[in-house]
């Protein structure tokens, strides 16, 4: 089982995220769990959304305190909010910055993978707003590879309608220019 | 063959409501319910359900506006949570008093004080003696099933009276997970128009709600009770009804790697599944573990639940809920009363967790039963699982 926890502000889409991840993840045949961080959010302050992928059945409802991936929506939560929080030693972070992935692994003393893209300025292009939550997606699914990038089209199409061509354009873009550390 | 889909439970459990030809529905928002009412009021207004949707000014106002409904012969639908609940409390026992078949989802939230929207039982178990057949459900698949069997049990000519679905709030309300819809052409063969005993209409005038001074309202009390118990029988009859035609089995009592155990831990909601993993890991250490999850908590499944406790050495109960300066947790208030009579019973442990969205892990889980496995708790008094004092 693959546990993600994302970082967003209220208003990013951390939980739109989910929703999608875990729609797709359940259309190729999968089963996944997509949920908020319980309680009342408000625009602006930090959020976190989750996500589990599995390919049984999955039982467990608790939180997720270890994760094997992080995934943060906007790079400004960095020292704001313990991002490698729980996170795996060997797991994987990936951030939205213009910041190479080495930079951040040294940053934030982290042992696992480090994974950075500039998915505000794709989705500035892209989708003509800086939400990065769809962009994203992209990168995580380069990351986990727990299904491909083309999985995700079905869900994306139901859920924006005439602009989902852009969210699934901007996606291959992160999907396409992130960049890993060794 | 019905496919999966990934779907927010509260939502799927509107498109079930939805699968249900209801007549009308009043739903006053609360959080963590609000998206059920919301995604119903949209079905409506899509016209993708030929139904009335009454925007209500308060939970009491849509209990009240659904039993009107009812009276008239209707098929009618509500759903809330914590304060809505407790705000609706008075007008339960009038509900079931009047023999009327509401369905009514409970997103479970904490009730205040201190204020606190997330996932307990502290809502429902007010509501416990008010007459109302009360189930709950531990995922997404059962949230949609029971609201669905919930119309039959209730309308069926042998109950005639109301059910609360209970969902727990976030923990299912609020996650995306795979569910599958059952057919509309058999949900149509499962749960045919509703045929009231008696229906409100100008032409053919008759009485409901009447009143009753001492001549008649113990018999009336009495009545409702038989009712209530009698229930049962129709709740097992739907249940196999549906394994028959869905394939998915309800039974009141409910048991996972129960057979042999010295321990059996006891849990009620979307905990359930999460215990099953604690289970796992104990038994796969040879601990003689197993789990009892509670479906039916009214009407209350005595037999079922002695014939699976019985024979174990300790029972563990955890309750999401405190019945203040009284024996602690509800539910094991009430597997205590049921195991008295009997000559052979285990000693009952019992943990209140989970209050107002706290998180219960598989390592909380495995922890209880190591402290009951090496008696480190009493059996005199219930502990509150984490709490800092």
């Known amino acids: 089982m693959i546990e993600v926890r994302w970082h967003g502000r209220g208003g990013q889409g951390a939980v739109t995220s989910v929703e999608l991840l875990a729609q797709a993840a359940i259309g190729v045949g999968k089963y996944a769990q997509g949920f908020p961080s319980f309680g009342p959010e408000r625009r602006g302050a930090p959020v976190a959304a989750f996500s589990r992928i599995d390919e049984k059945r999955i039982k467990v409802r608790s939180g997720i305190y270890k ?23 060997d797991g994987i972070l990936i951030v939205n910055t213009t910041k190479a992935p080495a930079d951040v692994k040294k940053e934030l003393n982290f042992s696992g993978t480090v994974a950075t893209v500039d998915a505000t300025a794709i989705a500035r292009k892209e989708l003509g707003v800086p939400i990065a939550n769809t962009t994203m997606i992209g990168a995580l699914i380069k990351m986990i ?38 | 063959m019905a496919k999966r889909v990934g779907m927010e439970v509260a939502l799927a459990v509107a498109e079930a409501v939805g699968q249900c030809n209801i007549d009308m529905a009043a739903v006053y928002p609360i959080t963590p319910q609000s998206h059920i009412g919301e995604h119903l009021s949209d079905l409506v207004a899509d016209g993708k359900i030929d139904a009335e949707f009454v925007t209500v000014e308060s939970e009491h106002s849509a209990i009240s506006a ?27 026992p009038i509900a079931s008093a ?38 709950f459900v531990e995922n997404g698949q059962e949230a949609i099933d029971v609201s669905i069997q919930a119309f ?26 795979p569910v599958e819809f059952p057919d509309q052409e058999l949900v149509d063969k499962f749960l045919p128009p509703r045929v009231p005993f008696a229906s409100l209409h100008p032409s053919n005038p008759v009485t409901m709600g009447a009143f009753a001074m001492s001549d008649y309202f ?41 057979d042999g155990a010295e321990i059996l831990l006891l849990t009620m909601g979307s905990m359930g599944e999460t215990a099953e993993i604690a289970i796992d890991e104990l038994r796969a250490k040879g601990m003689a573990v197993g789990l009892v999850k509670l479906r039916l908590w009214r009407p209350f499944p005595f037999a079922e639940i002695k014939e699976v406790l019985k024979k174990a050495k300790k029972v563990l109960v955890t ?37 107002g969205g706290r998180d ?27 709490v800092r004092e």
């Open chain 2, 218 to 258: 113990t018999e009336i009390l009495k009545a409702k009770d038989e009712a209530l118990k009698n229930s049962k029988k129709t709740i097992l009859a739907v249940w196999d009804e549906w394994a028959k035609m869905f394939g998915r089995t309800y039974k009141p009592v409910e048991t996972y790697k129960a």
């Open chain 1, 67 to 89: 994760p094997d991936v992080v995934v943060v929506l906007d790079s400004s939560l960095i020292g704001l909010v313990n991002v490698t929080d729980g996170l795996k030693p």
């Open chain 2, 152 to 177: 039959k049990i209730a309308e069926h000519k042998d109950v005639n009276l109301p059910v609360c679905v209970n969902i727990d709030g976030f923990q299912l309300t609020h996650m995306v997970e």
């Open chain 2, 66 to 92: 659904i039993i009107g409904a009812s009276g008239t012969g209707a098929r009618v639908y509500t759903a809330t949570s914590s304060q809505g609940l407790m705000l609706m409390h008075e007008i339960l």
């Open chain 2, 98 to 135: 009047m023999r009327l078949p509401l369905v009514m989802g409970i997103a479970n939230r904490a009730v205040s004080g201190p204020l606190n929207i997330l996932n307990d039982h502290s809502d429902i178990m007010p509501q416990r003696d008010s007459g109302w057949i009360s189930i």
């Open chain 2, 360 to 386: 219960v892990t598989v390592g909380d889980f495995t922890s209880m039963i190591d402290k009951v496995n090496r008696e480190e708790v009493n059996t005199d008094t219930y502990e509150f699982l984490g």
């Open chain 2, 319 to 355: 309750d999401r809920a405190v019945s203040f300066g009284g024996p602690g947790g509800p539910v094991c208030g009430e597997i205590k009363a049921a195991l008295y009579n009997e000559a052979e019973r285990p000693a009952i442990y019992s943990y209140i967790i989970g209050l």
């Open chain 1, 145 to 182: 590879k727990v299904m491909e990038l083309d999985s995700l089209k079905e869900t994306v199409e139901h859920r924006f309608g005439r602009i989902a061509q852009k969210n699934l354009a901007a996606m291959k873009r992160a999907y396409e220019e992130i960049k890993i550390s060794n």
